[in-house]
């Protein structure tokens, strides 16, 4: 096929294709001089990073501290490290640590909405060592490097969070005589990734398309967040914590009410390392930030104040149909009750809400002189119908 242009000039279908491959190709190994950020007064300070966090995230202030100092610091480090001569700024990855659903994977979604940075999430569990089936480490860099839309200079200033990273804990704190492919065999692969290396990342993912070029990634400037819930590594803090007398075992006080989050916040790398983390990693994460249980004041704020609150997320939903939706304060109580007994954080509350709201919602569209409809604490408890008027 040929394609005429307005001059007379003709160029045949084979030509086109190859010049987009040449274009494609060029995009892919420019680097771009524009950094991330120009100045330093450009990069988001601590508190304007934290206040956004609590239009989302309710409660966790360590956490969100923890979260809102290193992105600031990673960036001003960035900006600065050419200038500095005689000392070397290194950057500080970050370890969450919190029960599910207290809000890790959502601090980071948070974060992502605000820095306009490329920014990426990976999930832990289907990674593998090198040569085996599933995804290579390196993996994770191509979600950045999308994110960046091939931008390898913006890429190497980005931010990875890294979910579910408890899940690739060895089958125990002493060296496997086998391979443990999905584990030790992650963390190992992760080491310089995390740390600083030049990267040879295939841009289009793993080994589908082998032909293509591979795209070289310093990851020394890339700020790596990791996350994971470390379920019973409380018992591994406090039978660390536990002072043992003659054979006796006998707690102080002051210790033997530790529970929960306040263990967390106790933690040393040494319950990481019999939790099964390699000591090479828990190197790397200098900086560790402990989520918290969610309390009672906690869950009915999630339900009321942010800006993704479910309370707000179904009026709207009742709005778009003329209806006006009021639940009751009892309401609220009883959803609670409920969403405790699930035992699964944040996440809980979305099944509580659903169960009361699925039949009502089914209705709703059909609904033609109904302007309001009242949850109470009966529709919750038992069943019961919706008040409408």
Known sequence: MLIASPTGANICSRCIDQAQEIVNEESLNTHKDQAVFNTLAEIPKPTEIKAHLDTYVIGQEQAKRAVSVAVYNHYKRIMVQDDVDDVDLEKSNILLMGPTGTGKTLLARALAKFLDVPFAIADATVLTEAGYVGEDVENILVRLLQSADYDVAATEGGI????????????????????????????????????????????KGGRKHPEQPLVSINTKNILFIVGGAFEGINDIIARRRKKTLLGFSKYDEEESSLKGAELLQVVEPEDLLQYGLIPELIGRLPVIAALEELTREALLAILLEPRNALVKQYRKMFDLEHVELVIEEAALEAIIDTAQKYGTGARALRR???????????????????????ITADVVTKGSQAKLS
């Open 160 to 203: 990875i969070y890294v979910d579910e990273i408890d899940k690739i804990s060895r089958r125990s704190a002493n060296a496997s005589i086998t391979r443990d492919v999905s584990g030790e065999g992650v963390q190992q692969a992760l080491l310089k990734i995390l740390e600083g290396t030049v990267a040879q990342v295939p841009p």
């Open 352 to 374: 509580a809400m659903e169960k009361v709201m699925q039949d009502i919602m089914f209705e709703l569209p059909g609904w033609d002189k109904i302007k309001k409809c009242i």
